[in-house]
C-alpha cells in the first residue's frame, strides 16, 4: 500500500515532462497549421499590432503597450497620425478587431510573419522568438502586456531555476522597433518549472528528512485516529460558531479538519457549500492561532476565498500577479501592498528612476547608448528586488493568512516560510504535483473537493491513450481539448475552457489523473474524509439521479431550494408546462437527429487552404455537433424565454466545442444567455440549464460522455430547471450509468418527443 516517495516523485517527472510537451507540441502545431487571422477568429491571438509604449509596471515589470498598426486599420474613423511611435495608442486610436485576448492570459508577443502562415519549422522555434508575458489591460484600442523578465514579483519566472526568464525580455521586444507585431496565447510553462522543482525536492529527500505528514500523505505510516462522533471531544466538540447556521455536515466536516493531525479531506458534491465551510475552517484555525496557507488551482478559486474572507476583517494577503486577480481582491495583493505601505515607499523610489530610465530608451538609436542604459537598468532592477524582497518578507511573515494558487506558492515570496496546516480547495481539480508545492510547506493539509466531479485536464493523456488499444479508448477519443493552448490555470473565461478525455482507467499504474485526492481516498479509506451532505442549489428532483447513482443517496436538499421552480423566479414569470417542470427530456431518439462528425462539415476550411488537413490540431479536433439538436435547444429556450424568464438566467451546456460553434447564433437572438462545455461550467451554476447531449448514431458511440463526472458536472449546474436533449437509444448503450441515466428520466422527467413538423418550421 505504502509508496515509494522517490519513485514517486521519479514518475510524475517522466509524467510532466510528457504533458508539457504535450502541451508544446499543440501549441505549436496550432500555430504552424494555421493562419494568424484563424487563430485570431479561434480567440487564440491578436494580429497586426505595433508597439506604442513601455514603462515599469507592478512588480518591476516592463509593461509593452500595444495598438493596432495604423497601415491596417484603413477603415477606421479615428484621426491617426501614421506611424505608431510616440502616440499613446490607448485613446483616439483606432480600435483593436474583435479578439479573444483577455486580461491574465499568458502570451507571446513576436514580429508577426508576412502572409500565409507560419512555417512548421519556424513554429517550433516560437518559444525562442519574441516575448512571454501576462496580459494586464485589454482596452478597445491597447493591449497591454507585463513581459517576462524574471521579476522579483508576480507569477512569472521567479523561482525558476532554469534561469531562463531572467533579463530575457529586455532584448525580445526591443527590437520590435516599428514592425508589426502579433500575440498568441501560450501554455504556461511556470506552472510546470514549479511542479518539476517540488518533485525535485521530494525526490532527494532523504527518509529520515520525511515529516509525520508526508509518512502519512505516502502511506508509511497511518493518519492519527480522530473518534466518528466529535460532538463530544474535548477540544471541538464545543466550537463557538462565527456562522451558527452552518448545517451539521459542515460542522462535523470542521470539527473532523480541527482534530485531524496530518491530512483531513471535505468531500463536497455540487451546490454543498464547500468554500462556506471552509471560510468557517480558516477562522477557526486562526482563533486557534495558527498560520494557515490556503491555495487552490485557479486564480478564480482563490479570490473567490479572498473576497469571502475580506468582510471578516483578518489580515491576509493575497499572492499572485496583480493582473490576474479580481479587482475586489486587489487590495490585499501582495504587489498592491508593496507598493502602498509605509514599508513600499522605499522601493517605489527605485521604481521611478527605472521608469526614467525606461523612458530613455526609445530616444537613443545609438546602440552603445541603448547598452549603457540596459546596463544601468539591470542594476536597477536588482536593487529594486532586493529593497522589494525584504519589504515582501516582513509582509509575508506578518501574515497569519496567506492565499496563493497552488504554482503561486512555489514563488520566492514564500521561500522558507511554514505554515501549520494548508487549505486546498478545489483539490480534486489539481494535478498532484501541483498540490506538492504548498504541501512541502505545510504539517498538516486539509482538502476539499469532489472525485466525482471531473478531474484536471490532461493533454498527453490522448497521445498515451491512442497508443492502448482499450474500448474505452477507442470510445474516449472524441475531444474539445485541442481547442486551445492555453494553460488551465488562469481562464475565468468559460467557454474556452478545454475538456479533457478522461478514460475512466483506474489502473495501478501511476497517471498524472489520479488527484492527490483520488490517492488519499484509495491509500487510507473514507475514514480520512467528511462529507457534505445537504446542498443548496438543486430542486429535490434534480438532485435525485446524482445523488443516488453517485453519492450513496446521501444528498438531501435544503428546504429552501427544494421545491422553487422556475415559475417562482422573483420576477415575472408564467406559469407554463416548462416552468414549473423541474426536470425536462427531449428524447430524439428514431435516428431523424444526427450527430455530424467535425471533419464531414463543408466550411470548416481556414484561412490560408492548408488547414484541411484535419488532426488533433484542428480549431476543433475530431468534435462532434447536431444540428437539429442544436434546433431544439433554441426551441425550448424560445418557450422559456417566452414565458419571462431572462436569457442570464438560462445556460446551455454540451460536451463538444463543436456543438457551442453550431449553438452559438443563439446568443444574438437571446442576448445574456451563456453557452458552455460542461468542462468549463464546471464549479457555475444557472437557474435553467439546457444540456445537449449531442451524439446520435447506429453504432452507439458516445465517445467521452461515457465519462459519469463529465455527466455529473453536466446535470448538476441547474438551480430550478433541467432540460436533457438527447437520443435515449444512442446513449443507452454507452454505459451502466447511462442506461441508468436514461431509465431515470423516462419514469422521472416530463418525458417529451419532439414535433418535426414544427422544428423545421421553426428553422
Ligand atoms: N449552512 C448554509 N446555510 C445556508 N446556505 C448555505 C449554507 N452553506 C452554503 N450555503 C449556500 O450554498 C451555496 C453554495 O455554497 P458555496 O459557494 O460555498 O458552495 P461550494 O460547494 O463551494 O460550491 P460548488 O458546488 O460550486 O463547489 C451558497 O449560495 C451558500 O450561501
Request: hydrophobic share 35%; charged share 25%; glycine share 10%.
Amino acid at each position: 500500500m505504502a509508496v515509494n516517495v522517490q519513485e514517486f516523485a521519479q514518475t510524475q517527472l517522466k509524467l510532466l515532462a510528457a504533458e508539457l510537451a504535450s502541451e508544446i507540441a499543440e501549441s505549436s502545431a496550432l500555430v504552424s497549421l494555421h493562419t494568424p487571422p484563424a487563430l485570431q477568429r479561434a480567440g487564440l491571438a491578436l494580429t497586426n499590432l505595433t508597439l506604442s509604449s513601455q514603462r515599469t509596471g507592478l512588480g518591476g515589470k516592463t509593461v509593452l503597450e500595444l495598438g493596432p498598426d495604423p497601415a491596417t486599420t484603413t477603415s477606421n474613423t479615428a484621426t491617426t497620425t501614421g506611424g505608431g511611435s510616440g502616440s499613446s495608442g490607448s485613446s483616439n486610436g483606432p480600435d483593436l478587431p474583435e479578439h479573444g485576448i483577455r486580461t491574465g492570459d499568458i502570451v507571446l508577443v513576436s514580429e508577426q510573419p508576412a502572409a500565409g502562415g507560419i512555417k512548421k519549422r519556424e513554429a517550433k522555434g516560437l518559444e525562442g522568438r519574441g516575448v512571454k508575458g501576462v496580459v494586464t489591460r485589454v482596452g478597445r484600442g491597447v493591449v497591454c502586456v507585463a513581459v517576462d523578465e524574471g521579476g522579483p514579483s508576480g507569477s512569472n519566472s521567479s523561482g525558476s531555476k532554469d534561469g531562463k526568464g531572467d533579463g530575457g525580455g529586455g532584448e525580445g521586444w526591443t527590437g520590435f522597433g516599428e514592425k508589426r507585431v502579433w500575440m498568441v496565447k501560450v501554455a504556461d510553462d511556470v506552472t510546470f518549472r514549479r511542479m518539476n522543482a517540488t518533485m525535485e525536492r521530494l525526490a532527494k529527500m532523504e527518509e529520515r528528512e520525511y515529516s509525520s505528514f508526508i509518512r502519512v500523505l505516502f502511506g508509511l505510516s497511518s493518519p492519527s485516529p480522530v473518534p466518528e462522533d466529535l460532538t463530544k471531544d474535548e477540544e471541538v466538540g464545543n466550537i463557538e460558531w462565527v456562522d451558527p447556521t452552518l448545517n451539521d455536515s459542515q460542522k462535523d466536516a470542521i470539527r473532523f479538519a480541527l482534530a485531524s493531525r496530518e491530512i483531513g479531506l471535505i468531500h463536497g458534491p455540487p451546490g454543498t457549500g464547500k468554500t462556506h465551510t471552509l471560510i468557517e475552517l480558516i477562522l477557526q484555525l486562526l482563533q486557534r492561532n495558527l498560520r494557515i496557507l490556503v491555495c487552490g488551482p485557479s486564480n478564480i478559486s482563490v479570490d473567490n476565498i479572498v473576497e469571502r474572507l475580506a468582510p471578516h476583517k483578518i489580515p491576509l494577503v493575497r499572492l499572485g500577479h496583480p493582473a490576474r486577480l479580481l479587482p475586489s481582491v486587489l487590495n490585499h495583493s501582495l504587489d498592491v501592498l508593496t507598493r502602498t505601505s509605509e514599508a513600499g515607499a522605499i522601493v517605489q523610489d527605485v521604481r521611478a528612476e527605472m521608469d526614467a530610465k525606461q523612458a530613455t530608451i526609445r530616444k537613443t538609436r545609438n546602440a552603445r547608448e541603448r547598452r549603457a542604459i540596459y546596463a544601468d537598468l539591470k542594476e536597477l532592477r536588482k536593487e529594486y528586488r532586493e529593497r522589494e524582497r525584504r519589504c515582501v518578507s516582513g509582509l509575508v511573515g506578518r501574515s497569519k493568512v496567506v492565499l496563493a494558487t497552488l504554482h503561486g506558492a512555489g514563488g520566492f515570496q514564500l521561500r522558507g516560510e511554514q505554515f501549520d496546516v494548508v487549505i486546498i480547495d478545489e483539490a480534486s481539480q489539481a494535478l498532484e504535483a501541483q498540490c506538492w508545492v504548498p504541501l512541502l510547506a505545510a504539517s498538516k493539509a486539509i482538502c476539499a473537493g469532489d472525485h466525482l466531479q471531473l478531474p484536471p485536464t490532461i493533454k498527453s493523456l490522448n497521445s498515451r491513450a491512442s497508443k492502448s488499444s482499450t474500448a474505452a479508448n477507442k470510445k474516449g477519443k472524441d475531444t474539445t481539448s485541442t481547442t486551445t493552448p492555453i494553460s488551465t490555470s488562469t481562464s475565468t473565461s468559460t467557454t474556452t475552457t478545454p475538456a479533457s478525455t478522461t478514460t475512466t482507467a483506474k489502473n495501478t499504474t501511476p497517471t498524472l489523473e489520479t488527484t492527490l485526492f483520488d490517492r488519499l481516498l484509495t491509500l487510507h479509506g473514507p475514514s480520512i474524509k467528511r462529507m457534505l451532505t445537504t446542498q443548496y442549489r438543486m430542486h429535490e428532483a434534480i438532485m435525485r439521479f446524482p445523488s443516488d447513482a453517485l453519492y450513496d443517496s446521501r444528498l438531501i436538499a435544503a428546504e429552501s431550494v427544494r421545491t422553487r421552480l422556475l415559475k417562482d423566479l422573483p420576477y415575472d414569470v408564467e406559469d407554463t408546462d416548462d416552468t414549473r417542470e423541474p426536470l425536462v427530456f427531449i428524447d430524439t431518439q428514431g435516428g431523424d437527429f444526427p450527430e455530424k462528425n467535425e471533419d464531414d462539415q463543408p466550411g470548416q476550411q481556414q484561412d490560408g487552404g492548408k488547414t484541411k488537413k484535419v488532426s488533433k490540431s484542428s480549431l476543433y479536433g475530431d468534435s462532434k455537433s447536431n444540428e437539429m439538436e442544436a434546433a431544439l435547444v433554441r426551441q425550448h429556450v424560445g418557450s422559456l424565454v417566452e414565458a419571462g424568464v431572462r436569457p442570464e438566467d438560462i445556460a446551455v451546456v454540451t460536451p463538444y466545442n463543436a456543438q457551442l460553434a453550431v449553438l452559438a447564433p443563439l446568443k444574438e437572438t437571446f442576448p445574456g444567455i451563456e453557452l458552455g462545455s460542461v468542462d468549463g461550467f464546471q464549479g457555475r451554476e444557472k437557474e435553467a440549464v439546457v444540456v445537449s447531449l449531442v451524439r446520435s448514431n447506429p453504432e452507439g458511440e458516445v465517445g467521452f460522455l461515457g465519462e459519469k463526472r463529465r455527466l455529473n458536472v453536466a446535470m448538476t449546474r441547474p438551480k430550478r430547471s433541467l432540460t436533457v436533449i438527447g437520443d435515449s437509444e444512442t446513449v443507452k448503450k454507452g454505459s451502466k450509468f447511462l442506461k441508468d441515466w436514461m431509465d431515470f428520466l423516462e419514469e422521472n422527467a416530463d418525458l417529451r418527443y419532439p414535433d418535426l413538423a414544427s422544428l423545421t418550421q421553426g428553422a
